[in-house]
């Protein structure tokens, strides 16, 4: 999840739901699953969450929509699939509607009370909206105002609460703003599995 300001939206009601229970430790979590060919314990439903850029060139959605298809269908075939997004515009919305069109969960971690009116633009307001009713749970995070402490807090609870983050990322290195690079690298601290995508012919709106 990244974000940053944009002009005020239409406002809508958000749905509340029990507070997501981080899980017991990255690397260590005490789940039901099977063992794979390795010996290895996977999950029963792998949790996978998203960090990515928001301004992404037209060309690069149907680049990055193909890859995380198939890297959430790689995923999807070891048992169930659960999605953990902050749906800002660019990569958290297109691994939204991945997921969900892969068969998955939907979980929506919101950064702020006010995310909606003050980041989300008009022009992305219904794909906002439909990807918050078609979600299982919507969390907000106890801040009242979107900011940098608001989008790092959301990173850290979708890292809290994932067994791989997924971060359509373009390499350039963190700025401490609660952005992409910094989810990733907070995620690689904490011993949560990355998978980057970023395929050839990716790239972000210049500015």
Known sequence: MQARG???ATSTEIRMSR???PCTGHG?????????????RTPAVIRLAVTGHLNLTDESHDLLRAALRELIKKHASKGGLTGLSCIARGADTLFAEEVLAAGG?????????DYRETQVRPADAPAFDRLLQAASEVHIMPYETAGP????????????NADRLIAVWDGRPPDGQGGTADAVENARAAGVAVDVVWPEGAAVVPG
Request: hydrophobic share 40%.
């Open 6 to 8: 944009t002009a005020p």
């Open 19 to 21: 507070t997501l229970s």
């Open 28 to 40: 260590t979590r005490k789940r039901a699953g099977t063992r794979n060919s390795g010996g290895e």
């Open 105 to 113: 969960r939907l979980i929506v971690v919101l950064p702020s009370r």
């Open 149 to 160: 402490a608001a989008y790092s807090a959301a990173n850290a609870r979708l890292l809290e």
